[in-house]
C-alpha cells in the first residue's frame, strides 16, 4: 500500500526556475527519503532526513520536514532540463528496513 | 556510493515460461534485499523482502508461487516469474541497503518485462 501522496502529479516549469514537490504520508517514521528516476530506470536516491531534522540542503535541493503535519517538501532551485525526471519521496518506518514509497511527480523542465 | 547490479534490462517472454532476474549487490553484503514492481507511470510497490538464508516475506496480495523469490547469498537475491501471463509484464526493480537505520537505499536498473 502506498504510504504517501505527492503532489503535484505532474509538473512543467522553465529551466531556471524553482520546482517544489510535496509529500503527505500517514504514519510515524524514522526517516523520509527523496529518490529520483530517468524514465524506464532505477532510482537515485536524493537526500534524505531523519524524523528529528527539520531541513536539509544538498547542492540545489532543499528538503523540509514537518512531522506535525506527516509531510515533506523538496525543492529544487534554478532547474535544468537534465532535471527533467520523475521524484518519489520513500519513507522508512520505525524498526522497518523497507521502504514505501509516495506516488510520485513527474517533473519536465523545459528549456 | 554503493552499486546494485539487476540483469537481464529487458527481457521479452512467452505465456506460460517462466523468467529469472538476477540482483546483485557488487561491492557490499545485504543480508536483505527488496523486490518492487512499477506500472507504467506509477509508483514503486514492495513485492516483497529478500532475506538471505530463510524465505522471503511477501507484501499482502502477492502470490508467492507466482514470484518465486531466493537469496541464497549475501550479494544474490532472484525473483522468478514462474507460469507467466501478459498482465505480469511489468518493470520490476530490486534495491538493498547497507545498513540499519538512517541510510539510504540502491536500487538496480530495473527490468522490463514482456510477456507475449
Known amino acids: 500500500s502506498q504510504q504517501g501522496e505527492e503532489d503535484p502529479q505532474a509538473l512543467s516549469i522553465q529551466e531556471g526556475e524553482n520546482a517544489t514537490m510535496n509529500c503527505s504520508y500517514k504514519?510515524?517514521?524514522?526517516?523520509l527519503q527523496w529518490y529520483r528516476q530517468n524514465s524506464g530506470r532505477g532510482l537515485v536516491h536524493l537526500i534524505l532526513i531523519r524524523s528529528n531534522e527539520r531541513e536539509k540542503h544538498s547542492g540545489r535541493l532543499r528538503v523540509t520536514l514537518d512531522t506535525s503535519k506527516k509531510s515533506s517538501s523538496l525543492l529544487i532551485t534554478a532547474s535544468r532540463a537534465a532535471d527533467t525526471a520523475s521524484y518519489f519521496c520513500a519513507t522508512d518506518l520505525f524498526g522497518n528496513e523497507k521502504l514505501t514509497f509516495g506516488t510520485g511527480t513527474r517533473l519536465t523542465i523545459i528549456p | 556510493g554503493a552499486v546494485v547490479s539487476q540483469h537481464p534490462s529487458r527481457v521479452i517472454c512467452k505465456s506460460g515460461t517462466s523468467v529469472k532476474i538476477e540482483c546483485r549487490s557488487l561491492?557490499?553484503?545485504?543480508?536483505?534485499m527488496f523486490w518492487y514492481r512499477q506500472f507504467p507511470k506509477q509508483s514503486l510497490m514492495l513485492m516483497a523482502t529478500?532475506?538471505?538464508?530463510?524465505?522471503?516475506?511477501?507484501e499482502q496480495g502477492v502470490e508467492k508461487d507466482k514470484f518465486l523469490i531466493n537469496h541464497a547469498s549475501l550479494t544474490l537475491s532472484t525473483l522468478t516469474v514462474t507460469s507467466a501471463h501478459p498482465e505480469d509484464s511489468s518493470f520490476y526493480i530490486c534495491s538493498a541497503r547497507k545498513n540499519r537505520g538512517n541510510t539510504e537505499a540502491f536500487f538496480g536498473q530495473g527490468t522490463r518485462l514482456t510477456v507475449v
Open positions: 561491492d557490499f553484503q545485504a543480508t536483505t
Open positions: 504514519t510515524s517514521i524514522n526517516n
Open positions: 529478500s532475506n538471505e538464508g530463510s524465505k522471503a516475506t511477501y
